[in-house]
């Protein structure tokens, strides 16, 4: 139950090589994160694209909300504090956004752009109660930073 999040980050390194484009680095984060532990349910960004609100981006999984104002849910928090929220029991946030009645926990990351904008969060939801280790903070923060924010 742990992903080798090193090695993660190498291949979507290689696989993002020289690309911009925030929807196609979105895209394939989404992707290849998702499919790399079984603990992930629904795996994908929401973006900024008005002040204080968040809009779907790519994503992998059932449907998502389509807008979150920042005052709401898990994602929510994340993009107001700019800070990593870890969620063991989504039932004991309150104004978790419940999109899956399946998803018991989850963990969503702010995501900074160039020169430290905020330009969206990375969300990950499971079905699984308890599924999130200060270690997936930690790799998953490290990957946005590479990707997102160096370029
Ligand atoms: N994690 C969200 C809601 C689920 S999404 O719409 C997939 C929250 O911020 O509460």
């Not at 063991?88 to 998803?103: K, L, N, Q």
Request: with cysteine.
């Amino acid at each position: 139950m742990t992903v080798d999040y090193p090695t993660l980050a190498k291949v979507i390194a290689s696989l993002t090589e020289g690309e911009d484009d925030p929807i196609a680095l979105m895209a394939t984060v989404a992707c290849e994160v998702h499919q790399s532990d079984a603990r992930f349910d629904w795996t994908g960004f929401y973006r900024v694209t008005a002040p204080e609100t968040l809009k779907i981006g790519p994503y992998q999984g059932g449907h998502g909300c389509l807008t979150i104002p920042f005052g709401k849910g898990v994602c929510g928090a994340a993009a107001r504090t700019g800070k990593v929220q870890l969620v063991p029991d989504v039932e004991a946030f309150p104004g978790h956004i419940a999109c899956a009645a399946s998803t018991r926990s989850e963990i969503v990351l702010p995501v900074f752009g160039k020169g430290g904008r905020l330009i969206g969060v990375f969300d990950i939801d499971s079905d699984r109660p308890d599924a999130f280790r200060e270690e997936d903070a930690v790799g998953l923060s490290a990957i946005l930073a590479s990707v997102f924010g160096t370029r």
